[in-house]
C-alpha cells in the first residue's frame, strides 16, 4: 500500500500492556489486509521490556519501581516511560523479506529527526539504534533504541526516541546489554526542554519518508485499526487522548526498498 496511518495515543502515558494488546490486534488484522500499514505513537507508563536475549545479569536487582515484561520481540532489555517517544509500525514488508533494510529505515529516520533538533547522531556497527558519537562528555551514548519483530510478514514493536525522558531509570539495568556506552536524551544533548510533543511532527515525516509512503493521514478512533472486539477500557481511553489531535498531513516521498 502507499499510504501509512497513524494513530497518537496523546499526553497520557500508556500502560504497556495495553499497547501490546492493541498492537496484536493491529497486526492481526493488517495479516489479513483488513487495515492498512500503520504506526501506533505513544508515551508509555515507566516500564522495562525484556526481549528474547535478556541475559540475568542484564536485569534489575530488587525492586526497580517499574514493571518488568518479557517480550516476544528481539534485543535485550530496555526502559520505556514518559518524555520518550515510541512508535511500533504494523507494516507488510515486501518479499523476499529483508529485516535489516528495515531496521535500518528506522535508523535513518531517527537520525534525520535528531538532526533536526541539532544533534547529529550516526549508527554504530554491531549494535542498533541511533547513536550520538563519543566526546569528551563520555563515551557513545544512544538516543534511539529499536526492537523489531516480523511475524507473518508484517512487523511489530519498533523505536523508542528518548526526548526529555528520566535517565535514572536506565541505571537500574543494562540497556540493550551494553556495558561500555551511555544513554541520553534529546534535551541532555542540547541543553534545553525538548519534548514529545515536538518530535513527534518531524518524526512522522521521516518516518513515513524513509518507508517510502507516497502519503500519510491520521485516525483518530484506534478501533478502525485495532477493530473488535477491544477491552472495555482500552478504546474509550484511547478515543479521549486522540480527540485533541485533529490534525491531518499528507507527504511525497520516494519508494524504499524496506517497504
Keep these: 500500500m502507499s499510504e501509512l496511518a497513524y494513530f497518537e495515543f496523546g499526553a497520557t502515558p500508556v500502560e504497556y500492556r495495553e499497547a501490546w494488546d492493541l498492537q496484536r490486534r493491529v497486526h492481526a488484522r493488517r495479516v489479513a489486509d483488513e487495515v492498512p500499514d500503520s504506526c501506533l505513537l505513544l508515551e508509555h507508563e515507566p516500564v522495562y521490556t525484556a526481549g528474547k536475549r535478556t541475559a540475568v545479569s542484564d536485569r534489575p536487582f530488587g525492586d526497580p519501581g517499574a514493571p518488568v515484561i518479557d517480550v516476544d520481540r528481539g534485543g535485550k532489555i530496555t526502559?520505556?516511560?514518559?518524555?520518550?517517544?515510541?512508535?511500533?509500525?504494523?507494516?507488510?514488508?515486501?518479499?523476499?523479506?529483508?529485516?535489516?533494510?528495515?531496521?535500518?529505515?528506522?535508523?535513518?529516520?531517527?537520525?534525520?529527526?535528531?538532526?533536526?533538533?541539532?544533534?547529529?547522531?550516526v549508527r554504530v556497527a554491531g549494535r542498533s539504534g541511533t547513536w550520538v558519537p563519543g566526546d569528551e562528555r563520555g563515551p557513545d551514548r544512544k538516543v534511539g533504541a529499536i526492537g523489531a519483530r516480523v511475524a507473518r510478514g508484517a512487523t511489530m514493536h519498533g523505536f523508542a526516541l528518548n526526548a526529555d525522558c528520566d535517565l535514572s531509570w536506565y541505571d537500574r539495568i543494562v540497556p540493550c546489554g551494553i556495558r561500555d556506552a551511555g544513554t541520553t536524551t534529546l534535551s541532555a544533548e542540547t541543553g534545553r526542554d525538548i519534548t514529545v510533543v515536538q518530535v513527534m511532527p518531524a518524526m512522522k515525516r521521516h518516518l513515513a519518508d524513509v518507508l517510502g509512503y507516497l502519503t500519510w493521514r491520521h485516525v483518530y478512533d484506534v478501533g478502525v485499526l485495532a477493530g473488535p472486539p477491544l477491552e472495555a477500557t482500552a478504546l474509550p481511553r484511547a478515543r479521549q487522548a486522540a480527540a485533541p489531535r485533529r490534525e491531518a498531513a499528507t507527504t511525497a516521498a520516494a519508494p524504499a526498498a524496506a517497504r
Design 79 to 121: 526502559w520505556h516511560g514518559p518524555g520518550q517517544l515510541t512508535g511500533y509500525p504494523i507494516i507488510k514488508l515486501r518479499e523476499p523479506l529483508d529485516v535489516v533494510a528495515y531496521v535500518r529505515a528506522l535508523e535513518e529516520a531517527m537520525i534525520r529527526t535528531c538532526a533536526e533538533f541539532g544533534v547529529s547522531t
